[in-house]
């Protein structure tokens, strides 16, 4: 398998009369950001022939600013999945240990970064789909506020959730990304009107600011190289005039967070998907009527994932659950948004690790050894808030990631402290 199975297919975006401030980056796009004329699958079998014939918003932006976009990437199909197992083109590989994952859903975009066949790529994140990918393979992973970058043109997993990010190795790469596809998309009703900030200057005032450790994810962690680089980071931030203190989430609250997750993505994909059943677009497989062509084109060209998770969300939705099961659930998003505002009105920042452990083997069983530890980065989707995955140190040679969140729109900041986290922490 060439390139770690990241790509879905090479391509060459690139205007040769364009130059700013991507000059000489080339980039990966997760394959359901919509690029003209060049396939975009969502790494569906439904879509595996699908060709847009317009540019998703940060498809121009990235072409405008000068950069070059050479492949698309693989990722577990339509973004719904945390290991990067579930793409219509095969598992994705961790370039650091092919015999282990690389996170998903956005695995192709996060290998093609660790592997260096790209300086930086985009993905999306709907959950954690940015961020764990980043913390399996020692980049960086950085989600924006929801609204900073416009979402036109993206194939969408649950709309209320769902945010593009970007990956790179480095902070300042990441922030010179940002700068150039950040801002108001008269596409997006969901974009923006703030104005974009010199994000990649790294020089906001860090004077004074609070860090929160959260100490409900600490708890699920028992990985001593986890636990002890986090400490020191923590001590080093302290002698850079940081102020560290310990916060608490609401722990009934933070238990919720997998289920409520679970709910209200998969009731909004049911709905955002129903446009993929062979009509207007797609792979259509024969029927009489309409509704055979429908169930015929969804049975066979979505696969396993897909399909479990659509039932759950149509269970949700049924007349008899939608007060007890998908209404309640928006309640406790409620509640959970709450709760994150009122801490960060004590604390500029939360930190945690970004996860209990590192990338898991391709053929082991994920799904059990995960603790409350590794799906809590969801929390940021619920409220919007920026949120990025740091590299911060190895165990058993493999990466772990550090994960810090910060206030809507407080980017510079948080990019700034990253910065300062990253010079701290060095090569991992
Ligand atoms: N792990 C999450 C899931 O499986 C993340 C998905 C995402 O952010 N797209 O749903």
Known sequence: MDNYNAI?????????????????????????????????????????????????????????????????????????????TTAATGPVLNPLDTTRVAGGSSAGS?????????????????????????????????????????????????????????????????????????????????????????????????????????DNVIEHISNEDILTAFNNLMSKLVENDVQVENIQLNQDLFKALPTVYKVLTNAEAFSNHSNLNGVPFGNRQPGDNLNEIMLETRTKGLGYQVRARHLVGAYALMEENYEGIYQKSKKVRRLIVEDLNDQLAKVDFLIAPSASRIAPKQDEDFYASSTYADNYMVMDNFSGHPGIVLPLGKSDGMPFGLYVSSKAFNEKQLLTLSNLIQEIVGEI
């Open 8 to 84: 879905v297919s090479e391509c060459l975006i690139k205007d040769e009369s364009k130059s700013g401030k991507l000059d000489n980056l080339k980039f990966a796009i997760k394959d359901n950001i919509s690029t003209k004329g060049v396939k975009t699958t969502g790494s569906s079998k439904i879509l595996e022939n699908y060709v847009p014939v317009f540019n998703a918003t940060v498809i121009d932006d990235i072409v405008n600013a000068g950069g070059e976009i050479i492949a698309k990437a693989a990722l577990d199909e339509l973004g719904m999945g945390g290991y990067g």
């Open 110 to 214: 996060a290998a093609l970064v660790a592997s260096g066949y790209v300086h930086a790529s985009l993905g999306t994140d709907t959950g954690d789909s940015m961020r764990i990918p980043a913390s399996y393979t020692g980049i960086v992973g950085f989600k924006p506020t929801y609204g900073r970058i416009s979402r036109f043109g993206v194939i969408p997993y649950a709309a209320s959730l769902d945010h593009v990010g970007i990956f790179a190795k480095d902070v300042k790469t990441t922030a010179t990304i940002l700068e150039v596809i950040a801002g108001y998309d008269e596409n997006d009703q969901t974009s923006s009107y703030k104005a974009v900030e010199d994000y990649a200057s790294l020089d906001a005032s860090l004077a004074g600011v609070k860090v929160g450790i959260i």
